[in-house]
């Protein structure tokens, strides 16, 4: 069965500091994997995807991500962290036939001015 | 275009009572899953329908069905309440079944007593 780690519960970085969200995923065919945000009492925003093609993979906000098959890992990052980015951010690997998500318990980032 | 509404954003029921969500996708979008969001156990799927079929379901308890309208609607129904359903309840929608991107309304907030 599929299955997504993220490590970190908790992060906090300062304001202008670089970052990076670690994502592991287990699956066994070549995943769909997805980074959601979500802000408290709202739902989940994509911010990008891996399908195919390309590793390193752009998103909204200044968000890229890089996949690397031989770590079964899919990290975020983003160069420079603005306090509007504090939320929580969700991992998510789906499966090639049907839409069923299998999500990370998630990383609360924590931006400090 | 709008996005994945949900409707109602909030409600307050009691044990052994019983609840429907409605979800309404991105005008087009012919997929529709929902999910279930809690403290304890994070991010769960609970079922998809794709043209008003169910394509695929995660593992809950019978009280929770749901139904698809030829119009892409769908709605979710939780019989006989307990106090572990209270959630956030989210719908997300896609054009298609198959690892398609899915867009995320805002969520029912469901609150048994």
């Known amino acids: 069965a599929q299955s997504v780690t993220q490590p970190d519960i908790h992060i906090t970085v300062s304001e202008g500091a670089s970052l990076e969200l670690r994502c592991n995923y287990s699956y066994g065919a070549t995943p769909y994997l997805f980074w959601y945000v979500q802000s408290p009492g709202q739902g989940l925003q994509l911010l990008l995807k891996?399908?195919?093609?390309?590793?390193l993979v752009q998103g909204i906000k200044g968000f890229e991500a890089e996949f690397k098959r031989s770590q079964s890992s899919f990290n975020l990052r983003k160069p420079s962290v603005h306090w509007s980015d504090a939320a929580e951010y969700f991992c998510?690997?789906?499966?090639?036939?049907?839409?069923?998500?299998?999500f990370g318990a998630g990383t609360i980032l924590r931006v400090k001015s | 275009k709008a996005g994945v509404t949900q409707t109602p954003r909030y409600l307050i029921k009691t044990r052994g009572q019983q609840v429907t969500l409605s979800c309404s996708p991105i005008s087009g979008h012919r997929s529709v899953s929902w999910y279930q969001q809690t403290p304890g156990q994070g991010l769960q799927f609970l079922f998809e329908?794709?043209?008003?079929?169910?394509?695929n379901k995660g593992n809950f308890p019978g009280r929770f069905s749901g139904r698809q309208f030829s119009n892409s609607r769908s709605e979710m129904n939780v019989s006989t309440l307990e106090l572990g359903d209270s959630a956030l309840y989210l719908c997300?929608?896609?054009?298609?079944?198959?690892?398609?991107?899915?867009?995320f309304g805002p969520g029912t907030r469901l609150t048994v007593l």
């Open positions: 998510a690997v789906a499966m090639e036939y049907g839409n069923k998500l299998v």
């Open positions: 891996y399908f195919s093609g390309d590793t």
């Open positions: 329908y794709f043209s008003e079929t169910q394509r």
């Open positions: 997300a929608s896609s054009l298609a079944s198959g690892g398609d991107t899915q867009y």
